[in-house]
C-alpha cells in the first residue's frame, strides 16, 4: 500500500502530493533550511558534481520543487534546463528564484508528471532529481520514463533520503525524523501531515541495494551509489 500525505483523503498518491507541496510552497525552503541545518545544500552540490565530466548540454531537473537543483546545475554550464514538477505552487516560488538569478533564459519550468513525461525518447543529456523519487506513485514506471527520455550512455543522477542503519546515527535520526519534523512541520507550515508523510515515506522507500535494483530493473546499468552524512542521504548513479 503506498504511503500517503493525508489519510483522511481518498485520492491517490499523486494527487495527495501535488496538493501537500501546494500547501507548503511558501514555507519550503525556510522548512528545508531549518530541518537540514544546511546540509542538503552540501548534497546538492556533491550530486550535481558528478555530472562535471558528463558536460551535459540539455538537463532534465525532475520533481525540481522550487528549482534549486536547478539552479545549482548551472554551475555544468548548460545551455538549456527543464525544470519539472507537478505542483505548480512550488514551481511559482522557483521561476521567482530563477528570475531573480536573470537564469530565465536557460531554466524554464514545465508542469509533468515522473509516469507521463512529455518529451520524445533519447531527448536529455542528464537527468537530476533532488529527493523527488520517493513521492512517484509508481516509482519503478517513473525510472522506466526517465530511462526513455535519455540519450543512450547518458546519467541520471537522484538524490534522496534513505534509512540509516548505524547506531546511534539511527536512533537520533529516527527521533528527530518522527516526532522533531512534525512538530516544527506543524508550527512553521500549518500543515504537520507534510512533515509526518517525510518519515513516513523515507521507512518506506528501498532505499540502498533495493533501490539499485529498481533502477537496474527499469533499464539503467553502471549503477553506483554513494551514501552522504551517515546514511541519512544517498546519490545514486545509473547510465542509460
Same mark, same amino acid.
Given at each position: 500500500?503506498?504511503?500517503? #500525505?493525508? !489519510?483522511?483523503?481518498?485520492?491517490?498518491?499523486?494527487?495527495?502530493?501535488?496538493?501537500?507541496?501546494?500547501?507548503? =510552497? *511558501?514555507?519550503?525552503?525556510?522548512?528545508?533550511?531549518? +530541518?537540514?541545518?544546511?546540509?542538503?545544500?552540501?548534497?546538492? $552540490?556533491?550530486?550535481?558534481?558528478?555530472?562535471?565530466?558528463?558536460? *551535459?548540454?540539455?538537463?532534465?531537473?525532475? =520533481?525540481?520543487?522550487?528549482?534549486?537543483?536547478?539552479?545549482?546545475?548551472?554551475?555544468?554550464? /548548460?545551455? $538549456?534546463?527543464? =525544470?519539472?514538477?507537478?505542483?505548480?505552487?512550488?514551481?511559482?516560488?522557483?521561476?521567482?528564484?530563477?528570475? !531573480?538569478?536573470?537564469?530565465?533564459?536557460?531554466?524554464?519550468?514545465?508542469?509533468?508528471?515522473?509516469?507521463? +513525461? *512529455?518529451?520524445?525518447?533519447?531527448?536529455?543529456?542528464?537527468?537530476?532529481? &533532488?529527493?523527488?523519487?520517493?513521492?512517484?506513485?509508481? %516509482? %519503478?514506471?517513473?525510472?522506466?520514463?526517465?530511462?526513455?527520455? +535519455?540519450? *543512450?550512455?547518458?546519467?541520471?543522477?537522484? %538524490?534522496?533520503?534513505?534509512?540509516?542503519?548505524?547506531? #546511534?546515527?539511527?536512533? %537520533?535520526? &529516527?527521533?528527530?525524523?518522527?516526532?522533531?519534523? /512534525?512538530?516544527?512541520? $506543524?508550527?512553521? @507550515? !500549518?500543515? $504537520?501531515?507534510?512533515? @509526518?508523510?517525510l518519515p513516513d515515506s523515507v521507512n518506506a522507500?528501498?532505499? &540502498?541495494?533495493?533501490?539499485?535494483?529498481?533502477?537496474?530493473?527499469?533499464?539503467?546499468?553502471?549503477?553506483?551509489?554513494? /551514501?552522504? @552524512?551517515?546514511?541519512?542521504?544517498t546519490i545514486y548513479t545509473g547510465i542509460k
Amino acid at each position: 500500500m503506498a504511503v500517503t #500525505p493525508y !489519510k483522511n483523503i481518498s485520492s491517490g498518491k499523486k494527487e495527495q502530493v501535488e496538493q501537500m507541496f501546494d500547501n507548503i =510552497a *511558501p514555507r519550503y525552503d525556510f522548512m528545508n533550511g531549518l +530541518l537540514s541545518v544546511g546540509i542538503h545544500s552540501r548534497w546538492r $552540490k556533491k550530486a550535481i558534481h558528478l555530472l562535471r565530466e558528463k558536460n *551535459p548540454k540539455l538537463i532534465l531537473d525532475l =520533481a525540481t520543487g522550487t528549482g534549486d537543483f536547478a539552479i545549482e546545475a548551472i554551475n555544468l554550464n /548548460p545551455d $538549456k534546463i527543464i =525544470a519539472a514538477d507537478i505542483s505548480e505552487g512550488m514551481m511559482k516560488i522557483g521561476q521567482e528564484k530563477v528570475k !531573480k538569478k536573470n537564469l530565465s533564459s536557460i531554466i524554464s519550468f514545465q508542469k509533468a508528471d515522473s509516469e507521463n +513525461l *512529455p518529451f520524445e525518447e533519447n531527448y536529455f543529456d542528464a537527468i537530476t532529481v &533532488g529527493f523527488g523519487v520517493r513521492n512517484f506513485e509508481n %516509482l %519503478l514506471k517513473g525510472l522506466q520514463n526517465m530511462h526513455r527520455v +535519455l540519450k *543512450p550512455n547518458a546519467t541520471a543522477v537522484i %538524490l534522496e533520503f534513505s534509512k540509516v542503519k548505524t547506531f #546511534p546515527a539511527k536512533q %537520533l535520526f &529516527g527521533f528527530y525524523f518522527n516526532f522533531i519534523c /512534525p512538530v516544527l512541520g $506543524k508550527l512553521f @507550515t !500549518k500543515d $504537520k501531515s507534510a512533515y @509526518t508523510y517525510l518519515p513516513d515515506s523515507v521507512n518506506a522507500f528501498p532505499s &540502498g541495494k533495493e533501490f539499485e535494483d529498481v533502477m537496474r530493473k527499469a533499464g539503467f546499468r553502471e549503477i553506483k551509489s554513494k /551514501p552522504l @552524512t551517515f546514511g541519512v542521504a544517498t546519490i545514486y548513479t545509473g547510465i542509460k
